[in-house]
T-cell receptor, first 115, second 112 residues
Framework: KAGVTQTPRYLIKTRGQQVTLSCSPISGHRSVSWYQQTPGQGLQFLFEYFSETQRNKGNFPGRFSGRQFSNSRSEMNVSTLELGDSALYLC??????????????FGPGTRLTVL | GENVEQHPSTLSVQEGDSAVIKCTYSDSASNYFPWYKQELGKRPQLIIDIRSNVGEKKDQRIAVTLNKTAKHFSLHITETQPEDSAVYFCAATYNQGGKLIFGQGTELSVKP
């Protein structure tokens, strides 16, 4: 099976702009989670989508949003970009929630730079 | 609140020695504990995981132990090799598994 893919891989934006990142999960996986990785804060959970519904949410401002489509592909959007949003954004997919098959497999990430 | 503490932040060992990384979690409802290895510029890769109904799990040179009472879990790497050099993250799941709370990471350096 193909792994988790993310597009674009690199992005440069300026403050105030908005950005949309895309994630395609492993075929058959219905859960997609998003994480922000920075040198200072490490890996922080943004949100999780399962069957097109946001099921979990981290402690990020409302400028960060996401959605999931019927084919399980997911997008995240960041509006009104700030310098502090510069980070590696990782998505991960897993097959099923609950006690079984919760292993998350990560994509290569999108490196966002805000100038 | 939900929190995972990981120690040490950096670890340097000689090739062939063992390495141990320790994590503590806060929520007793956590039931799944994965470990990821991240090499520079690459995605986190799962190396081993353990569920709350198991106390220890081994996979070749890697083992993980879990103490539910103390809310501790640890990664043990034996006979370390230079290619083990990377950043290692522990994590704990909350809320049906889709939310991973990560430790701060341990940068492991294995010197030849």
């Amino acid at each position: 099976k193909a792994g988790v893919t993310q597009t674009p891989r690199y992005l440069i934006k300026t403050r105030g702009q908005q950005v949309t990142l895309s994630c395609s999960p492993i075929s058959g996986h219905r859960s997609v989670s998003w994480y922000q990785q920075t040198p200072g804060q490490g890996l922080q959970f943004l949100f999780e989508y399962f069957s097109e519904t946001q099921r979990n949410k981290g402690n990020f401002p409302g400028r960060f949003s996401g959605r999931q489509f019927s084919n399980s592909r997911s997008e995240m959007n960041v509006s009104t970009l700030e310098l502090g949003d510069s980070a590696l954004y990782l998505c991960a997919s897993s097959a099923l929630a609950g006690d079984r098959k919760v292993t998350q497999y990560f994509g290569p990430g999108t490196r966002l730079t805000v100038l | 609140g939900e929190n995972v503490e990981q120690h040490p932040s950096t670890l340097s060992v000689q090739e062939g020695d063992s390495a141990v990384i320790k994590c503590t979690y806060s929520d007793s409802a956590s039931n799944y504990f994965p470990w990821y290895k991240q090499e520079l510029g690459k995605r986190p890769q799962l190396i081993i995981d353990i569920r709350s109904n198991v106390g220890e799990k081994k996979d070749q040179r890697i083992a993980v132990t879990l103490n539910k009472t103390a809310k501790h879990f640890s990664l043990h790497i034996t006979e370390t090799q230079p290619e083990d050099s990377a950043v290692y993250f522990c994590a704990a799941t909350y809320n049906q598994g889709g939310k991973l709370i990560f430790g701060q990471g341990t940068e492991l350096s294995v010197k030849p």
